[in-house]
């Protein structure tokens, strides 16, 4: 295990250096640069002045050689220094990301919390009334657009009942724990709705190919309950799809976030890449976008580690030769 753990954060390695490599080059070659942007705020400024900017930025010397001075720096723990925000990019990226990561776990959390009970009632009955209600709102969950369900959240919830605030992340005072959970409502319904939907369906069908399995049909001629049946045989071989799911979506909900954050004012790395990018900051930018692959890479390492854990017949060794 301890190899195979090894291989894959050498693979996972090499895959962060290329996309670094990729993403750098395809930034530089994006029309216009910080300094052509600086040009257009002033109209005062001399093309020797323009000269001396971009020879002090780098962006005189070639692409390769300006991406190889970047990873050597980056190597050393230096990410550079975001343009937009004139503070260090790793200083960004430290604020930015626990409060993303917050919001996902608790998405995540929540719709885990729904999908699996929802999915194992569905599934001991399918074609019923209850299936067909589950069905019917997964359905809406995965066709609702997000902006639009946070537009009727905050109409319903912030301005009609005004129980809830409509966005950022703390009260005008300051607030407490209690106050920065109510901040939190509303971005994470939103952003659990599409994967409570997701998870439902793929657990749903799972659990209704299990239930058909030759060891159920054996554990229930012992005499088990359907209960037990269905929570300590089927359910455990049904989350093997769900788990890959997570996996993807830890990835995606990084930098997928971005018009949940953007409609509940959440300041988080969704946002703060889709600001880089528009903004030409290609430091924050790069930086962010290699967050968002190696949180990727590290939800398929835990998919695949629960994956040995929920079926004890697979068994992870490194290759041949590694």
Not at 90 to 99: E, K, N
Not at 145 to 172: E, H, K, M, Q, Y
Not at 286 to 293: R, S
Request: hydrophobic share 55%; glycine share 10%; charged share 15%.
């Amino acid at each position: 295990m301890l190899r195979y753990l090894a291989g894959r954060i050498v693979q996972a390695l090499v895959v962060l250096l290329l996309l670094s490599a990729a993403t750098y080059v395809l930034l530089g070659l994006m029309p216009g640069d910080p300094i052509d942007l600086m040009v257009g705020a002033d109209p005062r400024i001399t093309s020797q002045d323009i000269a001396r900017l971009k020879a002090l930025q780098g962006l005189d010397r070639p692409l390769w050689e300006r991406y190889l001075h970047w990873l050597g720096a980056a190597l050393h723990g230096d990410l550079g220094y975001s343009r937009l925000y004139t503070q260090p990019v790793l200083d960004i990226v430290a604020d930015r990301m626990p409060r993303t990561l917050v919001l996902i776990g608790l998405a995540l959390a929540v719709a885990l919390a729904v999908a699996l009970p929802a999915a194992t009632v569905a599934a001991r009955n399918p074609g019923g009334i209850v299936d067909r209600g589950v069905n019917l709102l997964c359905f809406a969950g995965i066709s609702v657009p997000p902006f639009w369900l946070a537009l009727i959240l905050i109409i319903v919830f912030a301005v009609v009942l005004g129980w809830l605030p409509a966005g950022g992340t703390v009260g005008a005072e300051g607030g407490g724990l209690l106050d920065r959970a109510a901040h939190l409502v509303l971005p994470v319904a939103t952003l659990a709705a599409a994967s409570v939907a997701a998870y439902t369906r793929h657990l749903r069908a799972a659990l209704i190919e299990a239930l058909g399995e030759d060891y159920v049909r054996t554990a229930r001629a012992k005499g088990l309950s359907e209960r037990v049946v269905t929570m300590r045989h089927a359910l455990r071989n049904a989350l093997l799809p769900v788990v890959t799911l997570l996996g993807l979506d830890l990835g995606s909900l990084v930098s997928g976030a971005l018009v949940t954050e953007t409609m509940f004012a959440q300041p988080g790395m969704g946002k703060t890449i889709y600001d880089a990018v528009m903004g030409n900051d290609y430091n924050l930018a790069l930086v962010g976008l290699l967050v968002a692959a190696a949180a990727t890479l590290l939800g398929n390492l835990a998919a695949d580690l629960a994956y040995a854990r929920l079926d004890p017949r697979i068994v992870y060794r490194a290759e041949p030769g590694a």
